[in-house]
């Protein structure tokens, strides 16, 4: 009788875990033009900031050098700031022009003039661009790309192709027969239909999420309730940037208020300044004295608000 020996299982064998894929690096850093490996380099690194420092120096002198020669001519006399030879520095300070450009030139009326202008215009446009863009981007009526495209199509018309049809309008408005030259609305109205500022809202609009619209109106809130309490408040970055455009533009436009507002006790600070210095005997230094009281408040504008300006023309562009 043989015997067997006993075969023996094999052990099971035991599972191997999966190894686990490491999750992609997040890109933290920021995106240039040249990478940072090659900014490390001693000629590339050079290179780089001698061309950043000569970019920046040119943007410097095309863009405030006027500005500080008009501060600067202001502070002159008459006779250094005529002189054949241009002075960079004052040779004596007259800081007191200022004030008689203020006085003579009686700036104080015109400033006033200017900023009901603005302030009334900024209203009236974003009032306007408000509801179009949310009719046409909420509440999408028949044709309504017909009419964003008919508007979009005006901003490539010339400004000055527009300028005689408008004045017609103004000094004999259709069906009512008023005319609104030497008056606020001459300024106003014009300007209340902005494509540009309809557009940019319209965009940030489109990237509100329709689950909002939708709970509003299961709430029961109708279109105006929705725009005023649901759309406005998400919306307010970019109605600060077509703020500041509105007021800009109706602070710096030059030709249409030089058409429009006749009367000296109406017209604008920019019209003003150039009638005075074309028909009075008004000193080059007092002249650029008003230029740059004029000119104030829109680069302090600019300066304060330039972070929500980028901020508001980005906003909604893209989603997520």
């Given at each position: 009788m043989t015997l067997t020996a006993p075969q023996r299982t094999p052990p099971a064998a035991v599972p191997v875990p999966a190894r686990r894929k490491r999750p992609p690096k997040e890109f933290t850093g920021t995106r240039t033009l040249?990478?940072?490996?090659?900014?490390?380099r001693g000629w590339r690194r050079t290179a780089y900031w001698a061309v950043l420092a000569v970019v920046t120096i040119l943007f410097v002198?095309?863009?405030?050098?006027?500005?500080?020669?008009?501060a600067t001519g202001a502070l002159k006399s008459p006779a250094e700031?005529?002189?054949?030879?241009?002075?960079?520095?004052?040779?004596?300070?007259?800081?007191?022009?200022?004030?008689?450009?203020?006085?003579?030139?009686?700036?104080?009326?015109?400033?006033?003039?200017?900023?009901?202008?603005?302030?009334?215009g900024w209203?009236?446009?974003?009032?306007?661009?408000?509801?179009?863009?949310?009719?046409?981007?909420?509440?999408?009526?028949?044709?309504?790309?017909?009419?964003?495209?008919?508007?979009?199509?005006?901003?490539?018309?010339p400004?000055?192709?527009?300028?005689?049809?408008?004045?017609?309008?103004?000094?004999?408005?259709?069906?009512?027969?008023?005319?609104?030259?030497?008056?606020?609305?001459?300024?106003?109205?014009?300007?209340?239909?902005?494509?540009?500022n309809v557009y940019i809202l319209k965009r940030f609009f489109d990237q509100i999420p329709s689950d909002l619209i939708d709970s509003a109106s299961l709430d029961g809130a109708g279109p105006l309730r929705t725009l005023?309490?649901?759309?406005?408040?998400?919306?307010?970055?970019?109605?600060?940037?077509?703020?500041?455009?509105?007021?800009?533009?109706m602070w710096k436009d030059f030709l249409w208020p030089l058409l429009v507002l006749q009367d000296p006790d109406t017209q604008t600070l920019s019209v003003a300044l150039s009638r005075l210095s074309a028909t009075s005997q008004v000193p080059q230094n007092v002249m650029m004295?008003?230029?740059?009281?004029?000119?104030?408040?829109?680069?302090?504008?600019?300066?304060?608000?330039?972070?929500s300006i980028i901020s508001g023309l980005s906003a909604g562009a893209m989603k997520g």
């Open positions: 040249i990478s940072a490996s090659d900014l490390r002198l095309v863009f405030f050098f006027p500005v500080y020669w008009m700031l005529v002189s054949p030879t241009p002075t960079l520095f004052p040779r004596t300070f007259h800081p007191e022009t200022y004030a008689t450009a203020w006085s003579q030139m009686r700036v104080a009326r015109y400033f006033a003039n200017t900023a009901l202008y603005a302030l009334g209203a009236i446009q974003l009032a306007v661009a408000v509801t179009a863009a949310y009719a046409l981007s909420t509440l999408r009526p028949v044709l309504g790309n017909v009419v964003l495209g008919a508007m979009l199509a005006s901003l490539m018309l400004a000055a192709a527009l300028l005689v049809p408008a004045y017609l309008t103004v000094s004999h408005v259709p069906l009512i027969g008023v005319n609104l030259l030497n008056t606020p609305w001459a300024l106003w109205l014009p300007g209340a239909a902005n494509a540009f005023w309490s649901v759309v406005l408040p998400l919306a307010r970055p970019v109605l600060g940037v077509v703020s500041i455009f509105a007021v800009i533009g004295a008003g230029l740059v009281i004029a000119s104030v408040p829109m680069i302090a504008i600019f300066l304060i608000f330039q972070r």
